[in-house]
T-cell receptor, first 112, second 111 residues
Framework: DQQVKQNSPSLSVQEGRISILNCDYT??????FLWYKKYPAEGPTFLIS?????DKNEDGRFTVFLNKSAKHLSLHIVPSQPGDSAVYFC???????????FGAGTTVTVRA | KAGVTQTPRYLIKTRGQQVTLSCSPI?????VSWYQQTPGQGLQFLFE???????NKGNFPGRFSGRQFSNSRSEMNVSTLELGDSALYLC??????????FGPGTRLLVL
């Protein structure tokens, strides 16, 4: 049962524009959410996280928004750069549950 | 601080064999988790160890096992390998709770 869903397998965006990645979850016990970036043959790299007590967290070009009532979060990358081309995974965990549940990933391609 | 390291990076085995993968966490991190990534199933949680004790386990058969040593290094073992065990095995560490940081992974190919 996929508790974290990324319904867009791919996203193509022009350099300098905004990339918006979406993620939905079904488990209402999830209270901590993360985004990871992954290049082929490498491990995921942590980008940004947000806890359920907040609705927005910003770190440089990356902003994550959380809508708990809709069980939805999104990652905004502004401006998009060629080095942002990678697979982005949304992940979630519940308090005192030590595992991460991952979405299937969204492949982002930034066009020059 | 040095990141999470995993050895070996690549491995080829045949069906029926067993394999042991190793993970060294970030210094000071006492939690180590293992994940399997396959094209069909995505990233799936195997198990987590904290202070040498397994404190959570995913839905994998008993052929998958692990352990953690007093220095927080962890090993994962897969016995009686099957073709479907071919995957990227990722290790992640963290202090206790909070953000997990991943290693580069071990690519296992079962022939």
């Amino acid at each position: 049962d996929q508790q974290v869903k990324q319904n867009s397998p791919s996203l193509s965006v022009q350099e300098g524009r905004i990339s918006i990645l979406n993620c939905d979850y079904t488990n209402s016990m999830f209270d901590y959410f993360l985004w990871y970036k992954k290049y082929p043959a490498e491990g995921p790299t942590f980008l940004i996280s947000i806890s359920s007590i907040k609705d927005k967290n910003e770190d440089g070009r990356f902003t994550v928004f959380l809508n708990k009532s809709a069980k939805h979060l999104s990652l905004h990358i502004v401006p998009s750069q060629p080095g942002d081309s990678a697979v982005y995974f949304c992940a979630a965990s519940a308090l005192n549950d030590y595992k991460l549940s991952f979405g299937a990933g969204t492949t982002v391609t930034v066009r020059a | 601080k040095a990141g999470v390291t995993q050895t070996p990076r690549y491995l080829i085995k045949t069906r029926g064999q067993q394999v042991t993968l190793s993970c060294s966490p970030i210094s000071g991190h006492r939690s180590v988790s293992w994940y399997q990534q396959t094209p069909g199933q995505g990233l799936q949680f195997l198990f987590e160890y904290f202070s040498e004790t397994q404190r959570n386990k995913g839905n994998f058969p008993g052929r998958f096992s692990g352990r953690q040593f007093s220095n927080s290094r962890s090993e994962m073992n897969v016995s009686t390998l099957e073709l479907g065990d071919s995957a990227l095995y990722l290790c992640a560490s963290r202090e206790d709770q909070g953000t997990q940081y991943f290693g580069p992974g071990t690519r296992l190919l079962v022939l």
